[in-house]
């Protein structure tokens, strides 16, 4: 577990005073996305943006709590005040932009995974008109779904059929049980579920990354001092190489 508050910290004298009081962040983050962020056998809260919230925790000297929400719970949470951050794999994108603020940690892509042997024999986005896409709700790759339905009946074809999930597990599941023909997630999901599902055996990536772009801890617009520590603070875990080292051991590729 990360140390409880820490006062002689690099960055404690940047966080607000709420924050260096409670000495937590609250984080709001959906903890079923495999390597990102996700329980372990135990119940423990493991993943790249765990660990990554623990280094910048070091920096800040206060410990980020990690609270299981629905992702599309997320920014209403954040505006709501129910919690300080959301670190939960979130594209930074114009249209979340206009509601939340967010400090960039990583680049990444959604893709296409497929199950494995690819038996519908999609070799990119523009092969889904006509076929069946599992996706969690409210994700970007919900949006490019659609997106990309529309791009369909635009050139005479048949629609994508979207189904939407609460959680990507569930999505994922729709896949491995044939019943849908593809799902869309963030690039180092799939290549992690790719790799682990089944031994390897469940599933595989199709095509290119599609509309890579920054993932970032998302804040209140109304926070900016926290929003400039945790920015501070990734930059000084940017700058130990501590968060290269975050990478090679996720293999995020
Ligand atoms: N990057 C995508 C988005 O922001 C998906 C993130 C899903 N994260 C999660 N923890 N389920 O829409």
Redesign the pocket.
């Known amino acids: 577990a990360a140390p409880a508050k820490n006062t002689s910290a690099p960055l404690f004298a940047s966080l607000p005073a709420d924050i260096q009081e409670a000495g937590t962040i609250q984080v709001g983050?959906?903890l079923?996305?495999a390597p990102?962020?996700y329980l372990d056998e135990d119940g423990k809260v493991v993943g790249f943006d765990v660990e990554l919230a623990d280094l910048i925790g070091e920096q800040l000297g206060v410990e980020f709590v990690f609270n299981n929400a629905q992702?599309d719970s997320l920014i209403t949470q954040l505006k709501s005040d129910r919690i300080d951050v959301a670190i939960?794999?979130?594209?930074d994108t114009a249209e979340r932009q206009k509601e939340i603020d967010f400090v960039d940690y990583y680049n990444a892509g959604g893709v296409l995974l497929v199950k494995k042997g690819n038996p519908s024999g999609l070799q990119s986005a523009d092969d889904l008109c006509g076929k069946t896409v599992a996706v969690?709700r409210g994700?970007?790759?919900e949006e490019v779904s659609n997106a990309q339905s529309t791009t369909c009946t635009d050139a005479g074809k048949e629609p994508v059929e979207v189904l939407a999930f609460d959680r990507?597990t569930e999505a994922m599941l729709q896949v491995k049980n044939g019943r849908a023909d593809s799902g869309m997630q963030?690039y180092p999901v799939a290549a992690y579920n790719a790799r682990t599902s089944g031994g390897g055996n469940d599933f595989e990536i199709v095509g290119d990354q599609i509309e890579a772009g920054p993932?970032g801890i998302a804040v209140s617009k109304e926070d900016t001092q926290l929003r400039d520590a945790i920015q501070e603070a990734l930059q000084a875990v940017m700058d130990s190489g501590d968060y290269q080292k975050l990478i090679d051991a996720y293999e995020v590729p």
Do not use: I
């Open positions: 983050s959906d079923a996305y990102m962020e992702f939960s794999g979130m594209s969690q994700t970007t790759a990507e963030d993932l």
